[in-house]
Antibody
Framework: QITLKESGPTLVKPTQTLTLTCTFS??????????VGWIRQPPGKALEWLAL???????RLNPSLKSRLTITKDTSKNQVALTLTNMGLVDTGTYYC????????????WGQGALVTVSS | DIVMTQSPDSLAVSLGERATINCKSS????????????LAWYQQKSGQPPKLLIY???ARESGVPDRFSGSGSGTDFTLTISSLQAEDVAVYSC?????????FGQGTKVEIK
Protein backbone atom coordinates (compact mmCIF):
# COMPACT_ATOMS: atom_id res chain seq x y z
CA GLN A 1 0.00 0.00 0.00
CA ILE A 2 1.49 3.29 -1.10
CA THR A 3 1.35 6.20 1.32
CA LEU A 4 2.89 9.65 1.23
CA LYS A 5 3.04 12.24 3.98
CA GLU A 6 4.10 15.86 3.83
CA SER A 7 5.84 17.67 6.66
CA GLY A 8 7.14 21.16 7.10
CA PRO A 9 6.23 24.62 8.36
CA THR A 10 2.67 25.84 8.27
CA LEU A 11 3.62 29.53 8.31
CA VAL A 12 6.42 31.31 6.48
CA LYS A 13 7.21 34.97 6.09
CA PRO A 14 7.48 36.74 2.75
CA THR A 15 10.93 36.33 1.13
CA GLN A 16 11.69 33.27 3.24
CA THR A 17 12.48 29.83 1.83
CA LEU A 18 10.01 26.98 2.19
CA THR A 19 11.27 23.44 2.62
CA LEU A 20 8.79 20.58 2.63
CA THR A 21 9.59 16.91 3.07
CA CYS A 22 7.64 13.98 1.72
CA THR A 23 8.09 10.64 3.47
CA PHE A 24 6.72 7.73 1.50
CA SER A 25 6.21 4.01 1.93
CA UNK A 26 4.94 1.07 -0.07
CA UNK A 27 7.38 1.60 -2.90
CA UNK A 28 10.95 2.65 -3.49
CA UNK A 29 12.34 5.03 -6.04
CA UNK A 30 13.72 2.46 -8.44
CA UNK A 31 13.98 1.83 -12.18
CA UNK A 32 10.73 -0.16 -12.03
CA UNK A 33 8.84 2.65 -10.35
CA UNK A 34 7.89 6.12 -11.47
CA UNK A 35 8.64 9.24 -9.56
CA VAL A 36 7.67 11.44 -6.63
CA GLY A 37 6.58 15.00 -7.08
CA TRP A 38 4.76 18.02 -5.73
CA ILE A 39 1.52 19.71 -6.68
CA ARG A 40 0.04 22.74 -4.96
CA GLN A 41 -3.40 24.28 -4.71
CA PRO A 42 -4.09 27.87 -3.60
CA PRO A 43 -7.32 28.18 -1.60
CA GLY A 44 -10.29 27.73 -3.93
CA LYS A 45 -8.09 27.58 -7.01
CA ALA A 46 -6.75 25.09 -9.52
CA LEU A 47 -4.07 22.48 -9.00
CA GLU A 48 -0.58 23.40 -10.17
CA TRP A 49 2.14 20.83 -10.80
CA LEU A 50 5.50 21.97 -9.43
CA ALA A 51 8.20 19.33 -9.69
CA LEU A 52 9.01 15.63 -10.04
CA UNK A 53 12.09 13.51 -9.39
CA UNK A 54 12.90 10.03 -10.67
CA UNK A 55 15.03 7.21 -9.31
CA UNK A 56 18.06 8.29 -11.32
CA UNK A 57 17.89 11.92 -10.13
CA UNK A 58 16.29 13.04 -13.36
CA UNK A 59 14.22 16.09 -12.46
CA ARG A 60 11.31 17.89 -14.05
CA LEU A 61 10.45 21.39 -12.88
CA ASN A 62 7.62 23.68 -13.83
CA PRO A 63 9.29 26.38 -15.96
CA SER A 64 7.13 29.10 -14.39
CA LEU A 65 8.82 28.47 -11.04
CA LYS A 66 12.07 26.84 -12.12
CA SER A 67 14.33 29.61 -10.81
CA ARG A 68 12.86 29.23 -7.31
CA LEU A 69 12.41 25.45 -7.12
CA THR A 70 14.64 22.61 -6.02
CA ILE A 71 13.67 18.98 -5.62
CA THR A 72 15.92 16.38 -4.03
CA LYS A 73 15.66 12.83 -2.78
CA ASP A 74 17.12 10.71 -0.01
CA THR A 75 16.55 7.15 -1.16
CA SER A 76 17.86 5.65 2.10
CA LYS A 77 15.13 7.49 4.03
CA ASN A 78 12.40 7.20 1.39
CA GLN A 79 12.10 10.97 1.34
CA VAL A 80 11.77 13.68 -1.26
CA ALA A 81 12.21 17.36 -0.40
CA LEU A 82 10.92 20.47 -2.12
CA THR A 83 12.49 23.88 -1.66
CA LEU A 84 10.81 27.07 -2.84
CA THR A 85 12.73 30.30 -2.38
CA ASN A 86 11.52 33.87 -2.03
CA MET A 87 8.04 32.98 -0.83
CA GLY A 88 5.25 35.45 -1.53
CA LEU A 89 1.60 35.78 -0.60
CA VAL A 90 0.61 34.02 -3.84
CA ASP A 91 2.46 30.90 -2.69
CA THR A 92 -0.08 30.32 0.06
CA GLY A 93 -1.86 27.01 -0.44
CA THR A 94 -1.93 23.29 0.16
CA TYR A 95 1.15 21.43 -1.05
CA TYR A 96 0.65 17.79 -2.00
CA CYS A 97 3.26 15.09 -2.38
CA UNK A 98 2.33 12.73 -5.21
CA UNK A 99 3.39 9.44 -6.79
CA UNK A 100 3.65 9.15 -10.54
CA UNK A 101 3.60 5.58 -11.91
CA UNK A 102 6.23 4.46 -14.39
CA UNK A 103 3.71 3.99 -17.17
CA UNK A 104 2.06 7.37 -17.63
CA UNK A 105 2.27 10.87 -16.21
CA UNK A 106 -0.72 10.84 -13.91
CA UNK A 107 -0.72 11.02 -10.13
CA UNK A 108 -2.20 7.89 -8.63
CA UNK A 109 -1.37 8.41 -4.97
CA TRP A 110 -1.48 11.66 -3.01
CA GLY A 111 -0.51 12.73 0.46
CA GLN A 112 -3.10 14.47 2.62
CA GLY A 113 -1.47 17.80 1.88
CA ALA A 114 0.32 20.45 3.91
CA LEU A 115 -1.27 23.87 4.22
CA VAL A 116 1.35 26.60 3.99
CA THR A 117 0.44 30.20 4.72
CA VAL A 118 2.67 33.08 3.74
CA SER A 119 2.19 36.02 6.06
CA SER A 120 4.28 38.59 7.84
CA ASP B 1 2.11 25.42 -21.72
CA ILE B 2 -1.06 23.53 -22.59
CA VAL B 3 -4.05 25.38 -21.18
CA MET B 4 -6.93 23.27 -19.88
CA THR B 5 -10.37 24.88 -19.73
CA GLN B 6 -13.35 23.21 -18.11
CA SER B 7 -17.05 23.95 -18.41
CA PRO B 8 -19.21 24.60 -16.59
CA ASP B 9 -17.56 25.92 -13.43
CA SER B 10 -20.34 24.32 -11.41
CA LEU B 11 -23.49 22.28 -11.93
CA ALA B 12 -26.31 20.94 -9.83
CA VAL B 13 -27.82 17.59 -10.76
CA SER B 14 -30.62 15.56 -9.18
CA LEU B 15 -29.78 12.25 -7.58
CA GLY B 16 -29.83 9.49 -10.17
CA GLU B 17 -29.49 11.91 -13.07
CA ARG B 18 -26.58 12.33 -15.47
CA ALA B 19 -23.79 14.84 -14.90
CA THR B 20 -21.57 15.95 -17.77
CA ILE B 21 -18.35 17.93 -17.46
CA ASN B 22 -16.34 19.23 -20.38
CA CYS B 23 -12.61 19.85 -20.72
CA LYS B 24 -10.90 21.55 -23.63
CA SER B 25 -7.14 21.65 -24.21
CA SER B 26 -5.27 24.36 -26.12
CA UNK B 27 -3.55 21.72 -28.24
CA UNK B 28 -4.21 18.13 -29.20
CA UNK B 29 -3.53 15.49 -26.55
CA UNK B 30 -3.61 12.65 -29.08
CA UNK B 31 -0.31 10.82 -29.37
CA UNK B 32 -0.13 9.54 -32.93
CA UNK B 33 2.21 6.62 -32.29
CA UNK B 34 -0.23 4.81 -29.98
CA UNK B 35 -3.49 6.62 -30.79
CA UNK B 36 -4.03 7.46 -27.12
CA UNK B 37 -5.27 10.72 -25.66
CA UNK B 38 -3.22 11.83 -22.67
CA LEU B 39 -6.03 13.23 -20.54
CA ALA B 40 -6.87 12.34 -16.94
CA TRP B 41 -9.73 13.15 -14.58
CA TYR B 42 -9.61 13.57 -10.80
CA GLN B 43 -12.24 13.83 -8.11
CA GLN B 44 -11.62 16.00 -5.05
CA LYS B 45 -14.01 15.85 -2.14
CA SER B 46 -14.07 18.62 0.42
CA GLY B 47 -10.98 18.59 2.63
CA GLN B 48 -9.39 15.66 0.79
CA PRO B 49 -6.64 15.29 -1.80
CA PRO B 50 -7.62 14.58 -5.40
CA LYS B 51 -8.30 11.00 -6.45
CA LEU B 52 -7.42 9.69 -9.88
CA LEU B 53 -10.53 8.49 -11.73
CA ILE B 54 -9.58 8.17 -15.39
CA TYR B 55 -6.46 8.30 -17.54
CA UNK B 56 -5.90 8.08 -21.29
CA UNK B 57 -9.23 9.90 -21.59
CA UNK B 58 -11.34 6.80 -21.01
CA ALA B 59 -9.43 4.20 -18.97
CA ARG B 60 -10.95 3.83 -15.52
CA GLU B 61 -8.56 3.55 -12.57
CA SER B 62 -8.89 0.39 -10.54
CA GLY B 63 -11.79 0.56 -8.08
CA VAL B 64 -13.57 3.48 -9.74
CA PRO B 65 -17.31 2.80 -10.16
CA ASP B 66 -18.46 2.24 -13.73
CA ARG B 67 -20.92 5.13 -13.52
CA PHE B 68 -17.87 7.30 -14.21
CA SER B 69 -16.83 7.36 -17.84
CA GLY B 70 -14.54 9.49 -19.96
CA SER B 71 -14.69 10.23 -23.65
CA GLY B 72 -13.33 12.54 -26.30
CA SER B 73 -10.28 12.94 -28.45
CA GLY B 74 -7.85 15.57 -29.64
CA THR B 75 -8.78 18.73 -27.75
CA ASP B 76 -12.30 18.04 -26.46
CA PHE B 77 -13.09 15.67 -23.63
CA THR B 78 -16.00 14.78 -21.38
CA LEU B 79 -16.43 13.18 -17.98
CA THR B 80 -19.86 11.66 -17.46
CA ILE B 81 -21.40 10.46 -14.24
CA SER B 82 -24.27 8.33 -15.49
CA SER B 83 -26.35 8.29 -12.31
CA LEU B 84 -25.29 10.83 -9.70
CA GLN B 85 -24.94 9.54 -6.16
CA ALA B 86 -24.69 11.61 -2.99
CA GLU B 87 -21.07 10.56 -2.55
CA ASP B 88 -20.18 12.05 -5.95
CA VAL B 89 -20.46 15.61 -4.64
CA ALA B 90 -16.98 16.96 -5.34
CA VAL B 91 -14.82 19.11 -7.57
CA TYR B 92 -13.68 17.37 -10.75
CA SER B 93 -10.51 18.40 -12.56
CA CYS B 94 -8.96 17.36 -15.83
CA UNK B 95 -5.21 17.09 -16.36
CA UNK B 96 -3.16 16.68 -19.50
CA UNK B 97 -0.41 14.09 -19.18
CA UNK B 98 0.88 14.67 -22.68
CA UNK B 99 3.85 16.90 -21.91
CA UNK B 100 5.48 18.90 -19.16
CA UNK B 101 4.53 21.12 -17.54
CA UNK B 102 1.58 18.89 -16.73
CA UNK B 103 -1.41 21.18 -16.35
CA PHE B 104 -4.88 21.03 -14.82
CA GLY B 105 -8.24 22.55 -15.54
CA GLN B 106 -9.74 25.01 -13.07
CA GLY B 107 -12.18 22.43 -11.72
CA THR B 108 -15.94 21.88 -11.91
CA LYS B 109 -18.01 21.71 -8.75
CA VAL B 110 -20.78 19.11 -8.79
CA GLU B 111 -23.64 19.47 -6.32
CA ILE B 112 -27.00 17.86 -5.68
CA LYS B 113 -30.03 19.74 -6.96
Amino acid sequence: QITLKESGPTLVKPTQTLTLTCTFSGFSLSPSDGGVGWIRQPPGKALEWLALIYWDDDRRLNPSLKSRLTITKDTSKNQVALTLTNMGLVDTGTYYCVHRPITWAVFDFWGQGALVTVSS
Amino acid sequence: DIVMTQSPDSLAVSLGERATINCKSSQSLLFDSNNKNYLAWYQQKSGQPPKLLIYWASARESGVPDRFSGSGSGTDFTLTISSLQAEDVAVYSCQQHYTTPWTFGQGTKVEIK
